[in-house]
């Protein structure tokens, strides 16, 4: 559902979609959302904000948003909610430093498949990645309003602030680019 559709009408092909993804700082993102209403042209844009995290600050956060349309979506595999599978820890999950020789001998799930530096997931991590997949997927190929969009999408996460020409400054950037 895409709020305050009515005050600023529907997404124009050139109109900038703002993605966020948010975890559980809803101080950082109450300071993001501060700034965010300060940019100039922002009232063309469609903030989307993407949760990981259930957190009743953080989801009400948005409901205040009054200076352009905005809508949330929801991470459905997130850590909260599987925390002792994947994406979560596992109990049989390698420890990150275990080592490849003591990960066979233990017989834990992810024994083959250490990274480069012989490190084991960390959930809270590959969580994040996971989350940042996930959502670009869901806007670019799922979400009606934006599945065929030509206009710009910009991410940022909750610990960002942007400056007032924050959109114009993208879009110069953009327009140099071509």
């Known amino acids: 559902e895409i709020h ?3 005050n600023f009408g529907p997404l124009a092909p050139d109109d900038p979609v703002i993605l966020v993804q948010v975890h559980d700082r809803w101080h950082y993102l109450q300071h993001l959302l501060e700034s965010l209403s300060r940019a100039q042209g922002i009232e063309k844009a469609l903030l989307i904000i993407s949760h990981d995290y259930y957190d009743s600050h953080v989801d009400l956060l948005p409901t205040t948003i ?3 349309k ?3 979506i929801f991470f459905p595999y997130s850590t ?3 925390p002792n599978q994947f994406p979560g820890r596992d109990p049989m999950d390698c420890a990150r430093d275990i080592g490849k020789e003591r990960a066979f001998q233990v017989k834990c799930l992810n024994a083959k498949y250490s990274d480069s530096y012989g490190h084991y997931r960390e959930s809270e991590f590959t969580q994040i990645k996971h989350h940042w997949w996930w959502k670009i997927n869901v806007v670019m190929d799922t979400l009606n309003v934006t599945r065929s ?4 999408v910009l991410l940022l996460e909750e ?5 007032p020409d924050y959109l114009s400054a993208a879009r110069q950037l953009l327009d140099n680019k071509q």
């Open 4 to 6: 305050n559709l009515l």
């Open 66 to 68: 009054s200076f352009c």
């Open 70 to 72: 905005v809508m949330q």
């Open 80 to 82: 909260q909610l599987f």
């Open 149 to 152: 969009h030509q206009g710009p």
């Open 159 to 163: 610990d960002y602030y942007v400056a």
